[in-house]
């Protein structure tokens, strides 16, 4: 099938720098739209930054400026850079996509999520 895999959390400074990479991996045909989340225990969801097979992007309002959402379409990876991190920015951290693939002779389109990488924004 198909597998996203995220890397590059850890524990950062306030004001310092961490770069994501997500991967995807299985028999892939097509990744249109492919996005970073974040959650905090206790709350939901949300959606950080996507981008489009074509390269546009929309980022939530908390990280405008500071994060940077990109893509390698050949390599079927997302990136996320993040600069200027704050304590607020503390999070598990996600990537999904809705991946077109196929499976033996059959074509699907499924929503799948890596397994999340911790990010933690502490002095």
């Known amino acids: 099938q198909v597998q996203l895999v995220e890397s590059g959390g850890g524990l950062v400074q306030p004001g310092g720098s961490l770069r994501l990479s997500c991967a995807a991996s299985g028999s892939i045909l097509n990744i249109n739209v492919m996005n970073w989340y974040h959650q905090v225990p206790g709350k939901e969801r949300e959606l950080v930054a996507h981008?489009?097979?074509?390269?546009?992007?929309n980022y939530a309002d908390s990280v405008k400026g500071r994060f940077t959402i990109s893509r390698d379409n050949a390599k079927n990876m997302v990136y996320l850079q993040m600069n200027s991190l704050t304590p607020e920015d503390t999070a598990i951290y996600y990537c999904?996509?809705?991946?077109?693939?196929?499976?033996?002779?059959?074509?699907?389109?499924?929503?799948?999520w890596g397994q999340g990488t911790q990010v933690t924004v502490s002095s």
């Open positions: 999904n996509a809705p991946v077109q693939y196929q499976n033996g002779s059959n074509y699907y389109t499924g929503d799948f």
């Open positions: 981008i489009t097979r074509g390269g546009y992007t």
